[in-house]
């Protein structure tokens, strides 16, 4: 596609539920990243996906965070046992693998507002 | 200690000045540097990337890089109150992103 499209746009839940959220990276994009942002504050890492090779997980808070890409394409964060402090919005953004020259960033998507109520 | 830190602000200037963001960054991040802008409520968006030390221009920004002093700074000229957002700055090292907690700019009319 055009653009990093993620969904659901919104999302409530009760606490202690499950939920999934879907980022669909830029075509082409090998790397892909996951972020939080709670309210007023600034973009936290969470998990980061390059092409083929093992996750960087070092960003995920606690075991009940996963997250799941397939290849080069779409990957799924899923939050078990949601909990109050996981309301936030979550970032998703897709780059291509910078070679040091500049002009490469990422693309983010428009988030997922999470609410845990 | 943090990859890359700004200052949180907000940071205050009056239509037509000079806005000036600054970054500093450790020495575990030292490859590319990016600067984002995000409304409130939206997604962050690229505004300006700089490998090199010294200044880079497009438009009405300018990004500064001094790899020796670990820092990074953007310019806004002719600051407009629709340049009122938070900006945030992230460096690249080793196929990873880091960013900076980012610094809430006011541009007042």
């Known amino acids: 596609g055009a653009g990093v499209s993620q969904s659901p746009s919104n999302k409530v839940t009760e606490k202690g539920k499950d939920v999934e959220l879907r980022c669909d990276p830029i075509s082409g994009h090998t790397a892909l990243y996951w972020y939080r942002q709670r309210l007023g504050q600034g973009l936290e890492f969470l998990i980061y996906?390059?092409?083929?090779?093992?996750?960087?997980k070092s960003g995920l808070p606690s075991d009940r965070f996963s997250a799941e890409r397939t290849g080069e394409s779409v990957s799924t964060l899923t939050i078990q046992r949601t909990q109050q402090e996981d309301s936030a919005v979550y970032l998703c953004?897709?780059?291509?693998?910078?070679?040091?020259?500049?002009?490469?960033?990422?693309?983010f998507g428009s988030g997922t507002r999470l609410t845990v109520v | 200690q943090k990859e890359v830190e700004q200052n949180s602000g907000p940071l205050s200037v009056p239509e037509g000045a000079i806005a000036s963001l600054n970054c500093t960054y450790s020495?575990?991040?030292?490859?590319?540097f990016f600067w984002y802008r995000q409304y409130s409520g939206k997604s962050p968006e690229l505004i300006m990337s700089i490998y090199s030390n010294g200044d880079k221009e497009d438009g009405r920004f300018t990004a500064q890089l001094n790899k020796a002093s670990q820092y990074v700074s953007l310019l806004i000229r002719d600051s407009q109150p629709s340049d009122s957002a938070t900006y945030l700055c992230a460096a690249y090292n080793f196929n990873k992103f880091y960013f900076g907690s980012g610094t809430k700019l006011n541009v007042k009319p």
């Open positions: 996906f390059q092409g083929n090779s093992a996750p960087d």
């Open positions: 953004a897709s780059s291509s693998t910078p070679s040091g020259t500049e002009g490469n960033g990422y693309t």
């Open positions: 020495d575990r991040v030292s490859q590319s």
